[in-house]
């Protein structure tokens, strides 16, 4: 009764939450996601968000805030896969607003959950990922 209490309140909230738990005898599903312009392609466990699936790899993705989505610094571009990701919040549209670059299809990093396998490229304002592809 609680987790149905807990749901009635995301969806009054606007929040949209994925269940990510598996059930018992399921196996863990994973995802392809390619970060360009390294174009390096890892593997990610759905539900993770972009910025701890960059970390995870040593892929630079800049987060002054520490993946809280209190600045736009972890912003990306998605290229492939933007209509299969995690709903946006207003405090991550808000945020965004902030951010090099902006697209239709930026989302931040820290926010932005993967249920299919994506492309995302990390905009040339993020001179550690631009600064590591050059060295490629």
Do not use: Y
């Not at 990701?85 to 989302?107: H, I, W, Y």
């Amino acid at each position: 009764m609680l987790m149905v209490r807990e749901m009635e309140t995301r969806e009054r909230s606007g929040v949209c939450e994925v269940d990510n738990e598996l059930k018992e005898g399921e196996t863990p599903q994973t995802h392809k996601v390619t970060f360009l312009p390294m174009n390096v392609t890892v593997e990610a466990k759905r539900g993770q968000n972009i910025l701890e699936i960059a970390l995870a790899n040593h892929i630079p993705l800049d987060h002054n805030c520490g993946g809280n989505c209190a600045c736009s610094t972890c912003h990306v571009v998605v290229r492939e896969g933007f209509e299969k990701l995690s709903p946006m919040s207003d405090e991550e549209s808000d945020q965004l607003d902030e951010a090099e670059g902006l697209t239709l299809t930026s989302r931040l990093g820290c926010q932005v959950k993967v249920f299919q396998d994506i492309v995302v490229e990390i905009p040339q304002g993020s001179s550690q990922a631009w600064r590591k592809a050059e060295q490629h």
